[in-house]
């Protein structure tokens, strides 16, 4: 019994010793920020979870500038951006509509440039936003106060002091806050600033990630502070006598009795001076909590409803002037074009727009998210790494325990974690939970060490649970790569599949062995270059390969990589054909196709064969790609994502807008060009003609088209685009394209 204690009480100093350590070292991965990309997907989680449920003031309302409403106006006024006679339109429409305020998320901080009129004169476009604006009384205009890097170009505009007028009416004195670094700003030009109730800056701060979850309530510009566009409508609210950032929070002085329905406290017990208080992170950030139902207005609907107003029809209005009764309405965009879709917590293409409202219905609410704060991490990994070695080490049921414990109380956790996030509580999830897998993990090392279990009863324990795949990767990599390639991930990367041409004819002229050795010579220089631009190779299929880059090594230049791996296979195949022809065969040619986009990376498979392999729309897309190389009698095609990527390192021609099997909306798909082809001047001359030939094309100017195209092959007498083109123009000369005609191409095959 003695014995028995003793070894008891050895095993609970040892599992104090784990979790102590194990506590050490998972604090200072957190601290050293290494968990905060997967912590901030972690929030985005709970974030997307209860923004469903989740409904903004009654008193906000957004109007949006979406695709209908760019579609609608581009017969009528242009492209974007319209003239600003129609912001003013609306305006005015807002102003008799009743609305308690209106925020444009849309930058104005030129003057309108109007062929014949004088410098220094409002063109009358912009006179109608002024007059508008100052009219209605309750504008608040979009501004920006940014860091630019400083280079040749930019030298001047860099740390210029803004206009005495602009600061001395919007500029709040802010205590206690830090200096920034802010070195540039773009501001409302000045009559409009005149006109406006007040102004508001609209950039917000992405994190590490790319993705858009905070903001700084002010911003601080050569010694003032400016508040964001949703606080700008607050401060008129809220009047505050005094503003101050406190660590944690900032804090707004106000008088008691005028700011029904805010959420004031008191500030002392026998003081009518009441403060609202908003709460901060560590760096003195706002996280923002998201809604997920605005039910925005079409601006389409609001300018139809406009235009029947000024024609005298007052009945069956698309959208009611009531709508906007006492209401803070936002205005900004969703349409690709305006260049305002974020990543935020909701998803890839969050409307700017919708953050600002969001910060404004978080503070008259005070709907606030609050973070926990590292030391109760850091409380948390412990207790969790105490309990979980204790109850590990004391247990005789090692199987029950060393696999219940631990999933039991990550669940309690996450669970509770999402329970106390609903709340408004943000506990952070990943780095207490990877201090239960560590702890599992060194709990179950321990009992491997004092009880003769070697390593190979390990695995063969561990393999009644996971595929040996798996295995393999759970003795290789930490807990939470395995845990991301099971269950897989949502990563942006870029694809490539390359083919063979006719291999099925050269397949018929040799004999098997030989079609083998071909083959193998070709598929192993291929996979040379992918390994050497430091790609995965997915698969061959068949003579075809798959690979992709972004995984599992995460490379910002992926598509850069892709693209030179391609052009690399045309000139391993070139050096490949050389010793073919040696042989008295004939040359293989190759089509490559490529594409950049969010896909599905993971473990793949059944329970007895997984594949580390990609999956999604846009795998399929590549693939597309591949086939049209064919019909364009290209080497390489590239989509528009994927030229994106690598347009500033790359030079490449444009090719065509096409319609592939399986997708609604044309993709404009690219060449990539290679030095090899050409010298520089027939480069550029290639890249121009093709360029203006398809410009022309798109406007219907066919005769045009076909100069610039007939010009192509003048220069490259083989060229199969040059001459698809020469014969669509002749088509459309015979056959005018309908009035919806949008130079989209409908392949009728991959």
Known sequence: MTALLSFKRKKLVFGAVIALITALMVNMVFYYGLFDELELKAFDLRERYFSRSRRPADEVAVILIDEASIRTMNPVVGRWPWPRSLHADVVDFLAMSGAKAVLFDILFTENERVFGTPKGVLAPSDERLVESTASAGNVYHAAQIVIDEEDEYNKSLLNRPIPNDFSGRFSVELKGAPLSGHNNYYIPFKELYTASKGTGVVEFLPDSDGVYRRTKLFRHYRGSFYPVLPMSPLLDIIKPESIRQEGDRIVFGVQEGSQAGLPLQPKTQNSKLKTLEVPLQKDGSYLIKMYGDFKPYSMSGVLASIQKIKMGELEGLPVSPDEFKDK???????????????????????????????????????????????LITSLSILALSATVTIAILWSRNIIYYQLGVPFLLAFVYISGSFWWFRHNIVFDIVAPTISIVISWMGSFAFLSITEGKDKRKIKKMLSQYVSPSILSMLIDKSPEDVLKAEVGTRERLTILF???????????????????????????????????????????IGDAIMAFWGAPIRVKDHGVRAVETAIDMMRQLEVYNEGLKVKGMSPLSIGIGINTGDVILGNIGSEKK?????????????????????EYGCPILITESTYKEVQDMIRCRVVDIVRVK???????IFEPLSAKKGGEGLFERVIYLSGEGFDYYLDKDWERAKEKYSELLLLKPDDKVGRIFLERCEERKVNEAPEDWDGVYTMMRK
């Open 328 to 374: 803070v309405v936002f205005i900004g965009g969703s349409a690709v074009g305006i260049e305002d879709l974020k990543p935020s917590s909701l998803g890839s293409n969050t409307p700017g727009v919708y953050l600002h409202a969001s910060v404004y219905s978080n503070i008259i609410r005070g709907d606030f998210l609050r973070y926990t704060g590292p």
């Open 662 to 668: 399986g997708k609604r909306k044309g993709i404009k």
């Open 610 to 630: 997984l594949d580390y392999t990609v999956i999604g729309d846009n795998v399929n897309l590549a693939s597309r790609m591949e086939g049209l190389t064919k």
């Open 498 to 540: 390359s083919d063979i041409r006719g291999f099925t004819s050269i397949s018929e002229q040799f004999e098997a062995e030989k079609v083998v050795d071909i083959l193998n010579g070709y598929l192993s220089g291929m996979v040379d270059v992918i390994f050497t631009h430091e790609g995965t190779l997915d698969k061959f």
